[in-house]
């Protein structure tokens, strides 16, 4: 016949070891002495090893009782780890959240997809930090960031990264800028106009401003294209509305400005050309289990942005071209 040891043996070696005492032990597991006495004996008969030296004045663990505790405090803790994924699984997700996201993704796509989920989720608590540099999530103790590019320097271990949306840094200009000054038709003719430069994320590890890197689809390495222009800022907004004033071209997310490409406000310039790297990641610091309000959170956002809801099912058709010119249409 198998011997086989089960939990409730685990918890007694692990009360005889803390205690020293048969009689502790028994109180501690909420059974009489003489259960525990029996019990042992036959655990160490099965096991043909003794585990526990018994004196009258104290009972100590032998190198095999040693050895067998070490191993059932680490099952003893499996069984308590299963036992809590479990009971959260069953239970409300519930308990804080803290997040740091990019500052313009946050505010425009990010805030009401967490207001959405805390609704939802009730008993969770969300606090998000709007930054335009990463914080060091694991001294500063948060859960995770929300991001538009990966972390510098991270190691695979350390982190965990997934894509929440694709994305793509496209150029755009107001077609009164267009009208004015031309429209680029290769990279290199950017040196010749006015580019609107966005001075975010200066933390380190950040691109040169002044520099943009541009790859069409195909190509295998980004083109390096050197940039200027009269106006810059930090602020991606006032970026934003000098393009639409139309004082030049800007390298932007297309979640920030599909909707003024639907509208015609704005145009796409060189349309075969992009800056790579710009998906939006979810970041955490590594730990052995996630949290199901975490894990909760992450496949909400996945499910809540993979569609890049900031994109339009269709570009609407200029009323110029819409509109039939004289003698323009023909006779069949």
């Not at 956002?301 to 900031?310: A, D």
């Amino acid at each position: 016949m198998e011997s086989t040891t089960d939990r409730p043996d685990l918890e007694m070696a692990m009360a005889i070891r803390l205690h020293g005492s048969l009689a502790l032990a028994a109180r501690q597991l909420g059974v009489t002495p003489s259960a525990i006495t029996r019990r042992l004996a036959a655990l160490e008969a099965r096991l043909g090893v003794r585990l526990f030296q018994r004196t009258t004045r104290r009972v100590s663990a032998t190198a095999e009782g040693e050895a067998f505790c070490e191993r059932a405090a680490a099952l003893l803790q499996g069984f308590a780890a299963l036992e809590g994924e479990l009971l959260e699984r069953r239970a409300e997700a519930s308990g804080p959240i803290r997040l740091v996201a990019t500052l313009g993704f946050g505010r425009r796509w990010l805030g009401p997809e967490l207001a959405a989920f805390q609704t939802a989720h009730p008993g969770v608590q969300i606090e998000v930090q709007l930054s335009e540099s990463l914080h060091d999530l694991a001294v500063e103790g948060f859960d995770g960031a929300i991001w538009l590019w990966d972390a510098p320097g991270r190691h695979a271990g350390e982190w965990v990264s997934r894509r929440l949306a694709p994305n793509q840094r496209v150029l755009v200009a107001a077609p009164a800028y267009l009208a004015r000054r031309g429209t680029p038709r290769t990279p290199d003719d950017l040196a010749g106009h006015d580019c609107l430069v966005v001075r975010e994320n200066t933390g380190p590890g950040g691109q040169r401003f002044d520099h943009w890197r541009l790859r069409r689809s195909g190509d295998e390495a980004p083109r390096h294209v050197a940039v200027e222009g009269p106006l810059q800022s930090n602020s991606g907004e006032l970026v934003r509305d000098w393009c639409l004033a139309g004082h030049g071209i800007m390298l932007r997310s297309l979640w920030d400005v599909a909707p003024l490409l639907a509208s015609g406000e704005l145009v796409r310039v060189l349309p075969a050309w992009s800056m790579p790297e710009a998906d939006i990641l979810w970041l955490a610091p590594w730990r052995p289990r996630t949290p199901r309000r975490i894990a909760l959170l992450v496949d909400h956002l996945v499910r809540s942005f993979k569609g890049q809801p900031w994109k339009p099912l269709a570009a609407p058709t200029p009323v110029s071209a819409a509109r039939a010119r004289p003698g323009s249409h023909r006779t069949r």
